[in-house]
């Protein structure tokens, strides 16, 4: 038997219990959002047993709508600004 507690024990972890196909589904979509944001490190998501072997019974699945947000940037004016204190100013 796997145990992926010792697995991933260095890990940055953050733990949700999903015990409903509606609670797996936004932790995957959480997951992935967390995969895909700076600095895109692997991300492990586990289910319940249970829910592993649970036959699903909706009709019509769904996945919530997955709104990757952009990756954090710096103002442009403080760049130049920095720009100018780290490289003396020449005149030609």
Not at 64 to 77: C, F, R, V
């Amino acid at each position: 038997m796997f145990r992926t507690r010792g697995a991933v024990a260095g890990f940055h972890q953050v733990g949700r219990s999903a015990r409903v196909p509606a609670a797996f589904r936004e932790s995957a979509v959480r997951a992935y959002k967390m995969m895909m944001a700076p600095p895109q490190e692997p991300v492990l998501v586990t289910m319940d047993i249970d829910l592993q072997e649970e036959p699903i019974h909706e009709e019509k699945l769904s996945i919530p709508k997955l709104i990757l947000s952009a990756p954090p940037q710096a103002d442009e004016k403080a760049l130049r600004e920095a720009a100018k204190m780290l490289v003396p100013h020449r005149t030609r």
